[in-house]
């Protein structure tokens, strides 16, 4: 019989990391400057990221080497286990094969680290002494905090406020790892105050705290600001999940129908589902799809234009699709998903119609990750519930249609901070939450005009 958990070795770790880029149906839409619309060349990206991350961002070389340093810290949980989820199979009654990467063995609990790392370390190569970014859920955070800690690094991290509030043991994880976290909108920026003059009472959201972080990191010569999705270097250090996926499905001579991931900035799908797109251009059946929350519906209702990557205008425009900068969701405990845009890399995919997007309110996603805590027992993070809703329903469209398609997921996170959460659900107080339509039109009448 199959092992449960396929395993590789240190040795059979991926040694470079895969870039979509040169493999695209299409180029990207070039990045542009906020203030003057103008595509954006790699001395205006300067301030914010060291260099070598900008090299990465504009790269076209398929494949990076995974630095040495990088490597040796990776071996600290890497590669992660690819399982077989038998028992919620068996749950299901379905014929399908169900799969899941565990991501959520990493010291920080999810895939965060594996781009913290890499960015903590092209950080320090240059000489930087002081990280700056923003956290939703508090996972973000902690991944940066704990590879900053690494590598002797200051962390500055703004939590967005009601993730803050919810969630206490994520600030305490950040600090223990050193890093000092404020709840944002805070009083420390110009971004902070002008959100905080127009609602005291603002719950945050990762559009703010992300023109927190910024600023403060250009306004320090020692400081560089971190993001923890949305970029294509962010992407390329996390096809590491993918490429030990494709390496463990190999092992066990298994060829996936359906990969899934649920989708925040888009990073873990992204670099789950990525390096299995070259089989897919040369005419292999895999379907890719991306999982959000009905509260943040950004692939599902957005429009795909150039929009601001933050609620200040400070960051670059990039096209994507967007909810409008302006937008701040509905407080669900999905915090990590409720980003208004989402990586131009993935976008771009989406439109050319090479991935899916389905949405799904709490409470349904909510009943997924009870099922799979009991069957498989892990704890899932609210965002990776998304993931695992779309596997179920897709092993239940398998059952009624008697087919043992095999089905990958990406398990994101675990929820052991977010149980809070759970208890909401478990004494009925979980709300479903849908974007309003009107709402979202508002916010789009915002877009820049270029
Ligand atoms: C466990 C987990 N999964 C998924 C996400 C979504 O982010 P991304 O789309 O960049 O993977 C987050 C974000 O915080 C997260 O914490």
Redesign the pocket.
Known sequence: MEETRINLSEKEMPRQWYNIQPDLPKPLSPPLHPGTKQPLGPQDLAPIFPMGLIEQEMSQQRWIDIPEEVLSIYKLWRPTPLCRARRLEEALKTPARIYYKNESVSPAG???PNTAVAQAYYNKKEGVKRMTTET??G??GSALAFACNLFGLECQVYMVKVSFQQKPYRRMLMETWGAAVTPSPSDKTDAGRSILAKDLNSPGSLGIAISEAVEDAVKRDDSRYSL???LNHVILHQTIVGLETRAQLKKIGVDPDILIG????????SGFCFPFFPEKKQGKKIRFIAVEPTACPTLTKGLYRYDYGDTAQIAPIVKMYTLGHNFVPAGIHA???RYHGDAPLLCLLYDEGLVEAVAYTQNPVFEAAMLFARTEGTIP?P??AHAIRAAIDEALKCKEKKEEKVIVFNF??HGHFDMSAYDAFLSKKLEDYEHPEEKIKEALKHLPQV
């Open positions: 999810s895939h965060k939703g859920a996972q973000w923890g999705s949305v649920c989708v925040g900035g888009g990073s873990n799908f915090g990590g998903l993070a965002e990776t994101s996170g």
